[in-house]
């Protein structure tokens, strides 16, 4: 299964950026789909999911600028990225958390760079 993210590139702080995620069908309407990040020498982390019955949650570290949605249509998610901070530098993978023969995998993109120069 492959999940295809883009949208990452170089920005200004206080900048916007907008990170989309497809995943196949079959998986994405089943899916929590989520934004995880990794910044160079940390742990990944994450910052937003939204399950397949509506529910958003964000990390405390980006809520109030990060917007998450997806469009069940084009099988795809966003990330709305506002007010960029240079902390904010990372490599951000997508995730579809779906249950296969009843046994809950996940699906992992294959990662876009953001880069948020001061």
């Known amino acids: 299964v492959q999940l295809q993210a883009s949208g990452g590139g170089l920005v200004q702080a206080g900048g916007s950026l907008r990170l989309s995620c497809t995943a196949p069908?079959?998986?994405?309407?089943?899916?929590?789909m989520g934004w995880y990040r990794q910044a160079p020498g940390k742990q990944r982390e994450l910052a937003a999911t939204f399950t397949s019955g509506g529910s958003t949650d964000y990390a405390d570290s980006v809520k109030g600028r990060f917007t998450i949605s997806r469009d069940n249509a084009k099988n795809t998610v966003y990330l709305q990225m506002n007010s960029l901070k240079t902390g904010d530098t990372a490599v951000y993978y997508c995730?579809?958390?779906?249950?296969?023969?009843?046994?809950?995998?996940?699906?992992w993109g294959q990662g876009t760079e953001v880069t948020v120069s001061s």
């Open positions: 069908g079959s998986i994405f309407r089943i899916a929590t």
């Open positions: 995730k579809a958390n779906a249950p296969r023969n009843g046994i809950p995998r996940d699906y």
